[in-house]
């Protein structure tokens, strides 16, 4: 384990740049250097999870009192965080998500504070830096924060136009400063596990992660079909979800090792396992998964509609998990339900600041209910 390689054996190039793993030295060198602090032990480390997470729900009370949330509803947006998909296993266990959302989230608020309507030439000019430190930080985590440049810059063009650039530059050079890590490791991870994540086409991608975006949003499939003065959006998009799995269905099947020396495709979640745990014919998953995509699909859709209640982040959050779909296209390797929670991070200030008291509550048991099977196959 790269970690406590480093606590054990110290830092050098060979342990803290030149390790084998799937996350970057930003995931890495944080963990080693607070963990050895705490006491060097697995179970050391994973109170760097517990604080991440708990520095993550800050940074986000922050970003729910720029977007209007009421006093009483900060409680409600910290349950919908802990409630959010594998994030209340992920604050608990070693894992690079939680350290990554709380990077995501500084440079969601470097952003929300450098664009204040009312604020000096010092955020104009310091929040596109903080930016871009942030973004940075989280590329070197894990590369999952290209769509969250892209909603970033497109939310800034919505907001400031033309005078939006400073965004696009700071995301462009995050992006470059990038380059010298992949260029040693040859990929978007270390050698040894370029099988297992790599760039390449693939519809699959696609249809499962469609499918996996149900439990996130697909609430906005009431509450966007009420407000939407169009249905056409939703329509479409749900007529999308439903095409791109009768196009390319993905092999639902997990082997029961993983082979380092070959590429590998594998999906793999809570949709997966509802759809094994309902059925063994193929056939039948195969429409379970075309509505399962389409909802969700459709449901991101009626994220957009409800966008006027909580505008800066229901924008974020529609253009990241847009992005983060399409860019999956693009990719080879194993796909998860969880990759999601890197771009749905902002979702429950939408939850509290969209939804009706009943969608809210509605949505609260279906995440409690998701979190106690998680909590119980994961801890």
């Not at 010298?180 to 297992?196: A, K, N």
């Not at 996130?216 to 509450?223: N, P, Q, R, S």
């Not at 009420?226 to 095409?243: E, I, N, T, Y």
Request: charged letters at 10%; hydrophobic letters at 60%; aromatic letters at 14%.
């Amino acid at each position: 384990m790269p970690i406590l390689n480093i606590i054990n054996d110290g830092w050098s190039v060979k342990t803290a740049i030149d390790f084998e793993e799937t996350k970057g030295p930003a995931m890495i060198w944080p963990y080693a250097y607070v963990g050895k602090i705490f006491g060097g032990t697995l179970n050391d480390l994973r109170l760097v999870s517990v604080w991440s997470s708990i520095l993550a729900l800050l940074v986000l009370s922050w970003i729910a009192l720029r977007s209007d949330v009421s006093k009483y509803g900060f409680l409600l947006v910290a349950i919908g965080w802990l409630l959010l998909p594998y994030n209340i296993v992920f604050s608990e266990i070693v894992m690079g998500e939680v350290s990554f959302l709380l990077l995501s989230l500084l440079a969601v608020m470097a952003f929300l504070w450098g664009v204040e309507k009312q604020g000096t030439a010092l955020q104009r000019i310091a929040g596109p830096m903080l930016y871009c430190l942030a973004v940075m930080a989280a590329l070197h985590s894990r590369i999952h924060v290209v769509a969250l440049t892209g909603a970033v810059c497109f939310t800034a063009f919505a907001i400031l136009g033309v005078r939006s650039w400073p965004w696009w530059v700071a995301s462009i050079l995050a992006g470059l400063l990038r380059i010298p890590l992949w260029i040693r490791w040859d990929g978007l991870v270390s050698p040894e596990y370029q099988s297992l994540h790599g760039l390449g086409f693939r519809l699959e991608s696609l249809s499962y992660l469609a499918a996996a975006m149900l439990p996130f949003v697909g609430v906005f499939v009431i509450e966007g079909w009420r407000v939407a003065k169009s249905k056409w959006f939703m329509v479409c998009s749900f007529l999308l979800g439903v095409s791109v799995v009768f196009v390319a269905m993905p092999d639902l099947f997990v082997p029961e090792s993983i082979d380092f020396a070959h590429h590998n495709e594998r999906f793999q979640g809570i949709v997966a396992s509802v759809l094994l745990r309902c059925s063994s014919d193929a056939v039948v998953h195969q429409y379970l998964l075309a509505l399962f995509a389409g909802l969700g699909l459709a449901g991101l859709a009626g994220l957009w509609h409800c966008r006027g209640k909580a505008m800066h982040a229901a924008s974020i959050t529609f253009w990241a998990l847009l992005f983060g779909w399409m860019l999956y296209a693009l990719t080879r390797g194993f796909v998860f339900d969880r990759f999601l929670l890197t771009w749905a991070f902002l979702l429950p200030i939408v939850y509290v600041r969209a939804l009706p008291k009943f969608l809210l509550a509605l949505q609260y048991v279906l995440l409690a209910c998701i979190a106690m099977y998680l909590t119980a196959n994961w801890l």
